[in-house]
């Protein structure tokens, strides 16, 4: 019997089905397969989220990835500086801060003799603001990162932006080679970005600052229930200062939705996703940090925020599914760290915690490091559980980096009731143990800065005599989620063991150009997808469960 002709409808369906295989077969960062890849960083953002509240979520947001995407469950950190530059940094070069240098958030520099920014750059301005502030960049960086090879790769045909309240976590994932990086002044919420990257804000950012701002201020936001959690009405600070946006709207559910906005403008007027190579865009969400290290991780407000941001996140994918379509885009999820229970909340239970306060603790190392060579002085700058020396002022005293840092050590123990610690000189030597633990500290060793301690904090003790913290090597801070969304990947839960350098390592690789040039990570060929997926609908672009 002779074969009926093919429908109309079934002649589409055969050209999605090719198009879409076309598309993943021939995955190639040179010819925009996939166009664009958006990494979302949720700064602060422990994996058990997903799982404590993965009942609660809608289908389009945070289970898009965890049901239709590549999830890996069992994603940790490998050293102990769960700081946010770090993170992002780690996240974006695929190198721990052996590889990337940053070692901190911030650092005592010593010709200043002031603590200054992972970002921060004299030969800069900030360009969105009255005066001459010193601007940021990536100069700090010893390694480049995934866009830089994105850019190398394309000869600058690719497209990369980076987003966030914070610089440091807009300019390092960014990297070198941005087109740009934006991030708001704290007080009024304008974005802003640095010299480093152009003279004067886009047109369409001016646009955005004067008209988007306002709708964010005197809001109530609420729970489920409704029950107000928080306000975001103008307000004075304990010193009589108007709070900030960053404070104020930084603190609730609003500032994610604010981010995202940013973001879809951005995507809008800088036609990204359009060109002849794939564009990256990475966004980091703050507002999880600010209100987390006020309120920790059990609280209402917490568990609201990742409900909202569910929502948010679905918005925002369906303005990419719009505007560049599913089978054109791979999003990636994870975060810089983690973070630990309120510690009042810890001992309820009778697990060991505390609550430190750091001014103390910095008068009393002071003392003794001034008592044991006999001069007076500031020598150390306290960041618990990291201590800054002032090398020019040991130098003085004709006092040795491995002398100085020893002394610093000793007295951080005691002052601080630390389980150890280790020196920049220890570290350097690769000094440290061949443990688990060891290995964390020597991949949070940096060359750069000044001379420092490093100091191993016992468990759910934190820096703050008020809320909680993070930057310890133990699972509350290292364990954060990872996921890959898009034609690429195979979708599963993956319980084996996985790294946050693993990211960068593996969309270089399917993209087709070299990972970045310190990168440690390994390749997730258990998530990548198979050339042919038999139930794909590359109408919609997505795989259907």
């Known amino acids: 019997m002779r074969a009926s002709p093919r429908s109309s409808a079934q002649r589409s369906a055969s050209l999605f089905l090719f198009l879409g295989l076309a598309a993943f077969s021939f995955a190639s960062a040179y010819n925009a397969h996939p166009k664009l890849v958006v990494v979302i960083v949720i700064d602060q953002f422990r994996e058990d989220y997903l799982d404590r509240y993965r009942d609660e979520f809608g289908d389009a947001g945070f289970r898009k990835l965890l049901d239709r995407g590549a999830y890996f469950s069992n994603c940790n950190y490998d050293y102990a500086n769960t700081r946010t530059a770090p993170g992002h940094a780690t996240l974006f070069t695929g190198a721990y801060t052996t590889g990337h240098g940053i ?3 911030e650092w005592l520099d010593p010709v200043k003799k002031a603590m200054v920014t992972s970002v921060e750059d004299d030969s800069t301005t900030l360009v969105g603001v009255n005066g001459n502030e010193p601007g940021a960049s990536p100069h700090n960086l010893m390694a480049d990162t995934l ?4 850019k190398l790769a394309t000869q600058g045909k690719a497209r990369v932006f980076a987003i966030s309240l ?26 802003i970005t640095s010299s480093y990257y152009r003279k004067d804000l886009p047109q369409w950012v001016l646009d955005f600052n004067s008209r988007q701002i306002e709708k964010y201020w005197n809001r109530e936001w609420k729970d489920a229930q409704g029950i107000r959690l928080r306000s975001t009405e103008h307000r004075k600070k304990r010193d009589g200062t108007e709070a900030g946006f960053y404070e104020v709207v930084g603190a609730t559910s609003f500032a994610n939705a604010y981010e ?41 407000e917490m568990h609201q925020m990742a409900l909202d941001l569910d929502r948010d996140l679905a918005d925002f994918f369906d303005f990419l599914g719009h505007q560049i379509g599913f089978a054109d885009t791979w999003i990636a999820l994870s975060a810089d760290h983690g973070v630990s229970p309120l510690p009042q909340q810890v001992r309820k239970l009778h697990i060991p915690a505390e609550s430190l306060d750091r001014n103390k603790i910095e008068t009393e190392i002071n003392h003794a490091v001034g008592a044991k060579f006999g001069h007076t002085g500031l020598y150390v700058k306290s960041d618990y ?10 130098a003085a005293l004709h006092v040795s980096e491995r002398a100085a840092e020893q002394a610093v050590g000793e007295a951080a123990e005691r002052a601080a009731d630390l389980r150890g610690y280790y020196t920049k000189w220890q570290l350097a030597a690769g000094d440290a143990p061949n443990t688990a633990l060891g290995r964390k500290y020597l991949n949070s060793y940096s060359p750069e800065g000044n001379w420092y301690v490093m100091g191993i904090p016992n468990i759910y003790t934190v820096g703050v ?17 990872l996921a890959f969304y898009g034609l690429a990947f195979q979708p599963g839960t993956y319980r084996n063991s996985v790294e946050p350098v693993d990211m960068a390592v593996t969309l270089a690789s399917l993209l087709g150009i070299n990972a970045p040039t310190h990168a440690v990570g390994r390749v997730l060929t258990e998530a990548l997808a198979p050339s042919h997926y038999p139930g794909t609908s590359f109408e919609s672009g997505e795989r259907q469960p």
């Open 465 to 481: 005599a008020a809320g909680t913290d993070h930057v310890s090597p133990y699972s509350y801070d290292t364990h954060v989620p």
């Open 166 to 191: 914070k610089d440091r976590a807009a300019v390092l994932p960014g990297g070198f080679a941005a087109d740009g990086a934006y991030w708001i002044e704290p007080q009024r919420g304008e974005w």
């Open 260 to 300: 995202l906005e940013f973001a879809r403008n951005l995507i809008l007027h800088e036609n990204v996703g359009r060109g002849p190579a794939t564009d990256l865009l990475s966004i980091s969400l703050s507002a999880n940090d600010i209100l987390g290290h006020q309120v920790g991780p059990d609280s209402p």
């Open 147 to 150: 866009g830089d090879e994105l």
């Open 103 to 105: 070692v901190g958030n």
């Open 385 to 394: 559980p990291l201590f800054w020396l002032d090398q020019q002022s040991f």
